[in-house]
């Protein structure tokens, strides 16, 4: 039985692979935000450990894990949190380019410089659920698409860094799949929203576990993930 530590548990993909992992007996570690939010993932998730840390201050998370147990051993870091908000880069106010460069870039470096050593011990994999933005940027799209081609070099760095640590380093890039998110950037654009059009977050679970999963002799490095309808 593995350790995971995943990021956005509470819906869309975070759920789908934290639901799997757990049908499979592995034990999770969950992040949340808050408190609140913790005790709501140990009740949908029974037997989860859960880790309180808010991905929007990056800053502030060393101090919060600083007063918290964190696992010794972890199979895998996946971070799967993330936050979107459109808009033109002539209008886009600071604060939209900061909340998102936040969660969706520099959390995630922060937890894997906090997790590394635990990653190590067992060789570990990271995997960043990434976007089609982080490999193409749309107008509207600029600060999203920013965070996401910075994460791209993040685990590009952190791949080279770590392989002679054994650690394995995936990035994932779902196009538009039927989430919360997906729901909110509809509503952004003005758009209709038609689940059935996008991605099955099971679909993208599928793909994030096949990298977990996959022998030691080999490691996915990048993986696209497009609809197929």
Do not use: C
């Not at 209008?91 to 050593?117: D, F």
């Amino acid at each position: 039985m593995g350790a995971h530590l995943i990021t956005g548990a509470g819906s869309g993909i975070g759920a789908s692979v934290a639901t799997r992992l757990a049908e499979r007996g592995e034990q999770l570690w969950l992040l949340a935000r808050d408190a609140r939010r913790a005790a709501e993932l140990r009740e949908r998730f029974p037997g989860a450990r859960t880790l309180v840390g808010d991905l929007g201050e990056p800053a502030k998370l060393s101090w919060a894990f600083g007063h918290q147990e964190l696992p010794v051993e972890l199979d895998s870091l996946l971070h799967i949190a993330g936050v979107v908000q459109l808009g033109e880069i002539g209008e886009l106010p600071v604060k939209a380019w900061q909340e998102q460069l936040n969660v969706n870039l520099v959390a995630p470096a922060e937890l894997t410089r906090l997790l590394l050593p635990s990653l190590r011990l067992v060789k570990g994999h990271v995997v960043f659920v990434n976007s089609g933005a982080g490999l193409n940027a749309h107008a509207t799209w600029g600060a999203y698409a920013a965070s996401k081609h910075g994460l791209r070099a993040l685990a590009d760095s952190l791949r080279q860094e770590e392989h002679g640590h054994g650690v394995r380093v995936t990035s994932v890039y779902p196009g538009r799949t039927a989430t919360a998110m997906q729901v909110q950037v509809h509503q952004q654009e003005g758009r209709d929203y038609d689940p059935s059009r996008w991605i099955d977050p099971e679909s993208v679970a599928t793909a994030v576990l096949t990298a977990v999963d996959l022998p030691r002799d080999a490691e996915i490095t990048d993986l696209t993930v497009r609809p197929g309808r």
